[in-house]
């Protein structure tokens, strides 16, 4: 397990945050798709790593399939949280595992990324999609499993209702962003696939583990809002 070596944005300046100030930094902070070396995902994470000769692993034999995320934010009292969903365990893909609500982008979306995230959420939870004011998008992440995820960050002011759809969803919960803006809770693990190293990275709130794609884009949401 390796740790970030930054230092972790003060506590005043994360308080600063509004819907205003993040849809600015989100704006200025983007990459366009494609750009050379700016690309997110896990086979960058090894190449930046270095992970040998072989780290590039071999080239995709078709396009990754569209896919797109809501990130939530939540506006309490306290201060902002991050909205995640806990998938169920019967699931075919990635059961029980932390999750935003999302999915692929199916033919009614036009190809829009806001429009499938909102869509998803809806779908997964009953948050209305008039709810979501979206200030924004992460760069997109690239999955070894054939995915190009589109985050898109929106902001939710209390109260709103939930009604989770129980195939799908075991359970939602929030995570406050002031943890996840702190570089100090970004543990870079390490596991054996296939003979290789491969590197992930994972978030413990509370006694949840949140890893993989989803904690590769907190990271990412983390380093955009923290300044990195």
């Excluded at 000769?53 to 991050?82: F, I, K, Q, S, Y």
């Excluded at 884009?217 to 923290?226: A, F, P, Q």
């Amino acid at each position: 397990m390796e740790q970030r070596h930054i230092l972790p944005p003060g506590s005043a300046e994360r308080q600063r945050l509004t819907r205003e100030a993040i849809a600015r930094t989100l704006a200025a902070s983007r990459h366009p798709a494609g750009e050379a070396g700016r690309e997110r995902g896990d086979a960058h994470l090894e190449r930046q790593l270095g992970g040998g000769a072989d780290a590039g692993g071999t080239a995709p034999t078709r396009p990754p399939v569209p896919a797109a995320v809501l990130v939530p934010l939540v506006e309490r009292p306290e201060g902002l949280t991050v909205l995640l969903t806990q998938r169920t365990d019967h699931l075919a893909h990635h059961p029980g595992q932390i999750s935003f609500p999302g999915g692929r982008l199916e033919d009614s979306d036009l190809g829009d990324a806001v429009t499938a995230a909102l869509r998803e959420t809806f779908e997964e939870t009953g948050l209305e999609p008039e709810r979501v004011e979206v200030l924004g998008r992460l760069d997109d992440y690239v999955t070894g499993t054939g995915f190009i995820i589109t985050p898109v960050v929106g902001a939710i002011a209390p109260p709103f209702e939930l009604l989770p759809d129980p195939f799908e969803v075991a359970e939602v919960f929030e995570v406050p962003l002031a943890f996840i803006l702190d570089p100090e809770n970004h543990k870079l693990h390490r596991r054996v696939v296939e003979g290789r190293h491969r590197p992930f990275w994972a978030l413990t709130w509370e006694e949840r583990v949140i890893w993989g794609a989803t904690a590769g884009i907190l990271v990412n949401l983390s380093d955009v809002l923290g300044g990195k």
